[in-house]
């Protein structure tokens, strides 16, 4: 999760814009597993909540080395104190709620639903989130909530490392049993981004209506300045250009 500064006129006070992006969970889990098993980890994470880091008990390791490299998609599955499930859930609730990480803090269920709920609410209150299956849609959005323009247009990476890895439908329904909260955010996110984006792109459209009358408007105003219209002759009455002519006959 990331956040953007909004300038205040006061020096002293400075509010922030908390955005974060989120990806489909089959995709997410097997990518931060290839993670792990190239051996990367989260030892300098404290994962402080309610100003204390889990005990030992409350946050176990899945491996005693220092890292978990060449660790299997099995193992990875078979660990249940991994991280790796349902994190973006995790990384977004409010773990106050559920006594952080102590488990028998109320039951599983209980504190399933109070997590997922979190997540949902946290997200749809903060002022941008994006998707990483539609990157064209986060930049339009990102843009227009932040009335910024980036300099090149964002890119869809279809190949990545996740997508490189063949997984049978078993072991696929196991990674989303193992991650079924965040397959239900994602569901969430997705429909709220799709209203957030086809409501901003309806705005858009109205403003632009409205500038292009602007324009016309304009454009009019313009025309009648350079050519003053000219007023009507009496009815009846022969223009001297018109005399001149009968004279001529």
């Known amino acids: 999760m990331i956040y953007l500064p909004q300038p205040q006129p006061a020096p002293h006070c400075e509010n922030f814009y908390y955005i974060t992006m989120l990806r489909d969970p089959v995709s997410r889990y097997l990518s931060e597993w290839k993670h792990v098993q190239r051996g990367a980890t989260w030892k300098t994470s404290l994962h402080m909540c309610d100003g204390r880091s889990p005990t030992p008990d409350e946050l176990p390791t899945c491996y005693p080395g220092d890292d978990w490299s060449g660790v299997s998609l099995r193992e990875f599955m078979d660990c249940t104190y991994n991280l790796a499930n349902n994190r973006q859930v995790r990384m977004l609730a409010d773990l106050s709620l559920v006594g952080c990480y102590n488990l028998t803090f109320m039951n599983e269920s209980e504190r399933n639903a109070i997590l997922l709920q979190s997540a949902k609410s946290n997200l749809k209150n903060m002022a941008f989130f994006g998707l990483t299956e539609f990157q064209r849609k986060t930049q339009f959005l990102f843009e227009r909530t932040f009335n910024l323009k980036f300099i ?98």
Do not use: C, M
């Open 152 to 249: 090149s247009p964002f890119t869809q990476f279809n190949i990545t490392r996740a997508s490189n890895v063949e997984i049978n439908e078993g072991a696929r329904r196991r990674i989303e049993e193992l991650n079924f909260l965040d397959v239900q955010l994602y569901e969430f996110a997705k429909d709220l981004f799709q209203q957030r984006y086809h409501r901003t792109k309806q705005l858009q459209r109205q403003r632009d209506r409205q500038r292009r009358r602007g324009e016309r408007r304009l454009q009019r105003d313009r025309r009648g300045h350079r050519w003053p219209r000219q007023e009507a002759s009496p009815e009846g009455a022969v223009t001297e250009d018109y005399n001149s002519q009968v004279v001529r006959w």
